[in-house]
C-alpha cells in the first residue's frame, strides 16, 4: 500500500508563490508518474501538472509558464512550485501517482493523496 501525503499548501496574495510537496511511502515511487490535479466545487478534479518517471514535465495551458513540477526519488517526494498565482488557481490539490502520465490523464490513478487546499486572495 503506497500513502501519499501533500503539504504545503495555504493562503496567498495575487502573485505570490507556493510550493506544494507530494511525499511518497513505498519503494517504487521512481518508478510512477506523478500528477498534481486541482479541484473547486462542482467541478471535475483536473490535471495541472504531471511529470514521468524520468522528470520529464507536462502542464496544462493554464498553469504553463507559471508552476513547475519537479520530483526527488531519492526522497520518494514531488513538488508544484506555483509562481505568480490567480484567483482561478484557488482550488482543492491532490496528487496521484499511475504508471504513465497518458494514464494520469485518464485519471488512472492508482494512489491519491488526501489533498490540500490552496486559496489565493488578497
Known amino acids: 500500500q503506497v500513502q501519499l501525503v501533500e503539504s504545503g499548501g495555504g493562503l496567498v496574495q495575487p502573485g505570490g508563490s507556493l510550493t506544494l510537496s507530494c511525499g511518497a511511502s513505498?519503494?517504487?515511487?521512481?518508478?510512477?508518474?506523478v500528477g498534481w490535479y486541482r479541484q473547486v466545487p462542482g467541478k471535475e478534479r483536473e490535471l495541472v501538472a504531471a511529470i514521468t518517471s524520468g522528470g520529464t514535465p507536462d502542464y496544462s495551458g493554464s498553469v504553463k509558464d507559471r508552476f513547475i513540477i519537479f520530483r526527488d526519488n531519492a526522497a520518494n517526494t514531488a513538488y508544484l512550485q506555483m509562481n505568480d498565482l490567480k484567483s482561478e488557481d484557488t482550488a482543492d490539490y491532490y496528487c496521484g501517482i499511475a504508471r504513465t502520465v497518458v494514464a494520469l490523464y485518464m485519471k488512472r490513478v492508482e494512489y491519491w493523496g488526501k489533498g490540500l487546499q490552496v486559496t489565493v486572495s488578497a
Open positions: 513505498g519503494s517504487f515511487f521512481s518508478l510512477n508518474a
